[in-house]
């Protein structure tokens, strides 16, 4: 709601919100339509979204008018768009989950909102028909910073019964800011995965004229109709152009931008293929191909959440170790610095890590090491310190990225005892440690 005297203006012109309005203040003149208020904004500014599609707010103070103007707008309706069964084309499945790369704006109220029709994402991307037979599953609509590891245990079931019922590959619609959690953990929840899984979404909705959803999608759907890869990865730009997107590994991909187009990179590797979006791959690194084997997708999706990400820091407190253990935490990965260092020997021996680290470990808790610098990896063996902490009971997580990391920890503790989930932190299962490190110099 707008202030007490700005809607007693509009009742009494009879403007309501989604109305063309003429807005008036001094010298100032804009046209546009009537937004509603934001949660959090000024009650007394009034929000209009102007034919361009940017929004303003105006303060409507002494000398202020708003007319309604005569121009009838009417609601946009999708036209009745058949799912086409493209004839000899591959079976594709798209999940639909929510994200950018599935809103619009409603040009009724100027607000965005998600598509969640078949038809309206048809209708937006009409190529996508002539790639593959797509069947659209509406499995949920929520940002991705809301997403936890109960989304990903869904996504995977569904994602492993589609391609169990015949789908040719799967691509999976997501929002961008946690994309790379969600895309380690079903690297690691779909066994015998003999297919390629891709996901895909949008840093700037359909609406804007420098909207990378339709060559995001057009691409990642390409990939899982024509690529051998048998493996779960990421599908974004891989510039700041529509020439090419990357296929990132799952558990190498990290968003590095909030905004940028090419916002995701592969991390201590090369991306494992790239694609224009006339469907034409380059394979730029190994991975795993999909064989003639006709095992059955297996969605193992155990998972334990009570494991802790920790950033190490200038003045960090390791009693943050105990506050986890008396919540009832079962695992920790530890962001060190450099090569995998947290402090030792501190001036003031109350920040030293070592005995914190210690005993967490006698207590039961899975603790593991990984740096915040991303590239390169943690050893063990460079400096005194480093073997301490290794001696303390931290398993050293080589090249692996902390996000996958956590991820990871949670899964093994979910679906393994104790022991063997230790045994298995610091070896490669999906991609996630290289033995060598790739470098992408283009």
């Not at 003429?22 to 804009?30: A, E, V, W, Y």
């Not at 509406?138 to 936890?148: K, V």
């Not at 008396?326 to 005995?355: C, F, M, N, Q, R």
């Amino acid at each position: 709601m707008y202030s007490e005297r700005i809607e007693k203006t509009l009742k009494a012109k009879g403007i309501s919100v989604g109305d063309e309005v003429k807005l008036t203040s001094g010298d100032d003149m804009f046209e546009g339509v009537l937004m509603p208020r934001a949660e959090t904004g000024d009650s007394s500014i009034i929000v209009i979204k102007l034919r361009n599609g940017y929004n303003i707010g105006l303060k409507f103070g002494d000398g202020a008018s708003i007319k309604k103007l005569d121009v009838k707008r009417e609601e946009f309706a999708f036209p009745k768009v058949e799912l086409k069964k493209g004839k000899g084309l591959p079976k594709v499945s798209l999940l639909y989950t929510g994200g950018t790369i599935g809103s619009k704006v409603d040009y009724k109220t100027g607000g965005v909102h998600m598509l969640i029709k078949p038809e309206e994402l048809l209708y937006a991307i009409p190529e996508l028909s002539g790639i593959a037979e797509v069947e659209i599953r509406d499995l949920m609509s929520i940002a991705s910073e809301d997403m936890t590891y109960k989304e990903w245990q869904r996504i995977a079931k569904e994602t492993a019964e589609a391609l169990n019922s015949g789908a040719r590959g799967v691509v999976i619609t997501h929002g961008t800011d946690t994309m790379h959690f969600t895309s380690a953990a079903l690297s690691f929840m779909l066994e015998c995965l003999n297919a390629p899984v891709v996901m895909t979404g949008a840093q700037r909705s359909s609406d804007r004229g420098s909207s990378d959803a339709f060559m995001n999608a057009i691409c990642a759907v390409s990939l899982a109709a024509k690529s051998d890869v048998a493996e779960v990865g990421i599908c974004m730009h891989a510039n700041t152009s529509d020439d090419l997107c990357n296929l990132i590994r799952g558990t190498k991909a990290r968003k590095m931008h909030t905004s940028r187009r090419d916002a995701f990179r592969p991390v201590n590797g090369r991306p494992i293929a790239r694609i224009d979006v006339g469907g034409k791959i380059e394979y730029a690194s190994g991975y795993k191909k999909i064989s003639d084997t006709e095992a059955r997708v297996k969605a193992i999706t155990g998972f334990e959440p009570k494991v802790a990400l920790i950033k190490v820091h200038p003045n960090s407190d390791p009693d943050v170790l105990e506050y986890y253990l008396g919540k009832g935490y079962k695992g920790a990965i530890i962001e060190g610095t450099g090569l995998g260092h947290v402090p030792i020997a501190p001036s003031d021996k109350k920040y030293s890590w070592l005995g914190a680290i210690k005993r967490a470990v006698d207590a039961g808790m899975l603790v593991g090491m990984t740096s915040q610098c991303l590239n390169g990896r943690v050893n063990t063996n460079v400096y005194t310190n480093l073997r301490l902490i290794h001696g303390a009971g931290a398993i050293y997580c080589e090249d692996m990225m902390p996000e996958v990391a956590v991820v990871k920890l949670g899964f093994l503790l979910g679906n393994y005892e104790r022991g063997q989930a230790a045994k298995l932190l610091d070896k490669n299962l999906k991609g996630e440690i290289t033995s060598r490190t790739e470098v992408d110099w283009r």
